[in-house]
Structures are given as C-alpha cells and as structure tokens.
C-alpha cells in the first residue's frame, strides 16, 4: 500500500467559523518520517487530530488504509480497532490525554482496549517504561507528576499499544535536554523498526536530526511547503515568511544589520 494517510482538498473550520486548514492536499507513506512545521495556529494540531480521527474535514476527505475516515465508519468497531491499534496520537498537552487513577493504569489501558493477552501487556508495560524512566512511576497519580514525567507517560502509553503510525504533537514540549535526547534516540529507534511518524513542531533542530520531509503550514493555514528536510530549510525566505525565523536589526557600529534567528544549526544569525 502506498499511503496509510491521505487528505484531499481538505478545509477545517472550527465552531464560530475559524479556519484551522485550508485546501489541504498530503499523504503520508509507510515509513515515512515526516515533519509539520508552522507558526502558532497554524493549524498543526488540527491537522494532527484529523489524522487520528479526532477532527473532521468541513469540506474535502481523509482516508487511512483506503478507507474514508469519518465519524461513522470510526463507530464500526472492526475499523475502529483497526485504526486505532495501528495509528496512535501524542497529544501537545499531556493533560488532555492523562485520565487513569495510575501511570500503569494509562499504560495498560490502550492494549486493554485491543484486547491484547496480559502477559503481552506486561511486557510492553515493562519495557516501554524502561526505556522512557518511568518505571519509579508506575504507581504514582498522573496528575501529580511534572510536566515532563507526563509528557514522557503520554508517549509511553501510546508506545504500549505499538503502532505502526505515531502522530507526535509538540513531542519535545516540555522535555529537559536529556529526555529530548532520549526522544531523538526514540525516533531513530522507530524509524530503524520501520515505523511511520508524523510529529508537528516549531523546534527546527528536531526537524533537521529526525525528519525525511517536511511540511510548512502557512499563518493563512495552506501548505506552502512540502519536500526534502534540507531542501525546505533551506528556503530562509519561506521560514521567514512563516514566521518560524524571524529577523532582528542589529547595530554594529553605524551599520545596522539584519539578522534572523532559528533554532536549527546554521539558520542561527546569518546575514542578510
Ligand atoms: N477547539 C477549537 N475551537 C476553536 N478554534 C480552535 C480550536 N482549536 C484550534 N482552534 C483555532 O484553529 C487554528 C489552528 O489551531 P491549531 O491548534 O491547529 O494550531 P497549531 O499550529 O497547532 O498552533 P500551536 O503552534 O500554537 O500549537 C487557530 O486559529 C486556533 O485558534
Ligand atoms: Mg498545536
């Protein structure tokens, strides 16, 4: 099959008539690393949300596996299940996606929910926790944990039900150095294993280290960009234009200069 995921003229106004998407035309491959990249409301997250079925298109379609993704067919229990034991979605704020009494009851409730044999959980449970450093934290309430701690029992919950399609909103949010390090690890980790992730970001220097491709979201919520990691960062006009670098007038004796400013490696204060 060549595309798990796939958005056609799609349009997204929320309540109140504010558009979030406009004339979207993307489809994501198996194995793909793909990064979303935009401003604030840009329309990352609503783009993530329809891709796990959590949005819907006010006009245009999304299929996965070759099926229209709508509220209807997400009813039928056989695709529901299908759908979401092979696509899992990391919420941007961890809040949102934390609601059992236990970190362990948030890591078993997904495969639970697939009905996956126990001592398959286990296993998954063990591991996952492991190589995220959440073991210590098995037993404790998510609501009292660090911002951090959540966000790393978030992915880990989705780790749990091992799904071939990660959709990853804002992963490094909130992480320290080391668990960002420990989340780049992940992601060779997945792409080695073959999977497919599709995370949304305006951390540019995650982009460069993890992504194949990249998709630039317009303020007017379009695609403006979409191709080779290198080839797209290196558009400085495009990133300006988007407002994911900006430009700062510097005086250097009577000359003013113009500088912009990213995160990734060489976008950093080159002149202009
Ligand atoms: N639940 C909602 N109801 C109404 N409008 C919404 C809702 N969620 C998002 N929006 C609006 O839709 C647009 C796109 O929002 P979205 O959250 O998708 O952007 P984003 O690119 O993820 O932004 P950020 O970088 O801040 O996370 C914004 O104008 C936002 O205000
Ligand atoms: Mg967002």
């Known amino acids: 099959m060549n595309e798990m995921l796939k958005l056609t003229d799609v349009e997204h106004a929320y309540a109140g008539g504010i558009t979030a998407l406009s004339r979207i035309n993307l489809a994501i491959r198996p194995g793909e690393h793909v990064s979303i990249i935009g401003a604030n409301g840009s329309g990352k997250s609503t783009l993530l949300k329809m891709m796990n079925g959590l949005v819907f298109p006010s006009s245009g379609e999304v299929t996965a596996y070759e099926r229209r993704l709508t509220e209807e067919a997400l009813e039928e229990p056989a695709f529901r299940r299908e759908f979401r034991s092979r696509v899992g979605f990391v919420f941007q704020d961890a809040d949102v996606q934390l609601f059992c009494p236990s970190v362990f009851d948030e890591l078993t409730f997904g495969p639970l929910q697939l009905e996956i044999p126990a001592v398959e959980i286990e296993r998954r449970v063990g591991d996952v926790a492991r190589a995220l450093r959440i073991d210590g934290l098995l037993a404790r309430a998510p609501y ?116 912009e400013h990213g995160h990734a490696t060489g976008l950093d204060h080159g002149h202009k």
């Open 144 to 259: 009292g944990l660090s911002g951090g701690e959540k966000k790393r029992v978030a992915i880990a919950s989705v780790l749990t039900i091992e799904p071939e399609v990660l959709l990853l909103d804002e992963p490094t949010n909130a992480l320290d150095p080391r668990s960002q390090v420990w989340l780049l690890n992940l992601l060779f980790e997945l792409k080695r294993e073959g999977k497919t992730v599709v995370a949304a970001t305006h951390d540019l220097s995650i982009v460069e280290d993890f992504a194949d491709r990249v998709v630039v979201l317009s303020e007017a919520h379009e695609v403006v960009a979409d191709g080779p990691t290198r080839e797209v960062l290196a558009d400085r006009e495009l990133l300006l234009s988007v407002n994911l670098i900006h430009e700062h007038a510097h005086r250097h004796g009577e000359v003013i200069h113009m500088h």
